[in-house]
């Protein structure tokens, strides 16, 4: 009879090798997520940059003509905004409504910002900015505004 060595050393390979392998796919995993997870924050962030751009932008030329009322695109970096202003109608006489949507590859952030301009200095009072989720019903609406007064496209 013939004395076997080294007989139980290839299962043993076999089965730390895979282990081995299963341990590096769920690192591969782990950092395909995470990257993932950070880069979509990023994309948020500039989205959100890109609003707020535009509702500081919009506030600019509010100040340079206290009757401004228009909608515009504007780029920022890698992002965009579409910027909507209207006088009067939709926050009351007297304010100006800018509504700002940046956009950032595939993630969106509206800011809507209220801005009182006093009629006789043309000076900002005050103004309220809030993230906006804008609803089918409010987006026809502006949309239907837009298309009347003649000041632009959404």
């Known amino acids: 009879m013939k004395i076997r060595k080294g007989v ?3 299962p043993t390979m076999i089965l730390l090798g895979g282990i081995i392998i299963e341990i590096a ?5 782990l950092a395909y997520y995470f990257n ?8 948020s962030a500039e ?4 609003a707020q751009a535009g509702v500081d932008d919009a506030i600019l030329k ?18 965009a905004a579409e910027v909507i202003v209207c006088k009067d109608i939709c926050a009351g006489v007297g304010k ?6 940046g956009n950032s590859l595939n993630r969106k952030k509206k800011i809507r910002a209220i801005v009182e301009v006093d009629s006789d200095t043309g000076q900002v009072k005050s103004g ?8 089918a019903e ?4 502006l949309t239907s505004y837009i298309k009347t007064s003649r000041i632009g496209h959404f």
């Not at 509010?62 to 890698?78: G, T």
């Not at 100006?96 to 949507?101: Q, R």
């Not at 309220?128 to 609803?135: D, Q, R």
């Not at 409010?138 to 609406?141: C, D, E, F, P, R």
Request: aromatic share 8%.
């Open 128 to 135: 309220t900015i809030s993230t906006l989720t804008l609803t």
């Open 138 to 141: 409010y987006k026809t609406m």
């Open 96 to 101: 100006h409504e800018i509504i700002s949507e």
């Open 25 to 29: 796919i769920a690192i591969a995993f």
């Open 36 to 43: 993932t997870t950070i880069f979509a924050a990023r994309l």
């Open 47 to 50: 989205a959100l940059a890109a």
């Open 62 to 79: 509010i100040i340079l003509n206290k009757n401004y009322n228009d909608s515009y695109s504007l780029s920022v970096n890698r992002s």
């Open 8 to 10: 139980s050393s290839l």
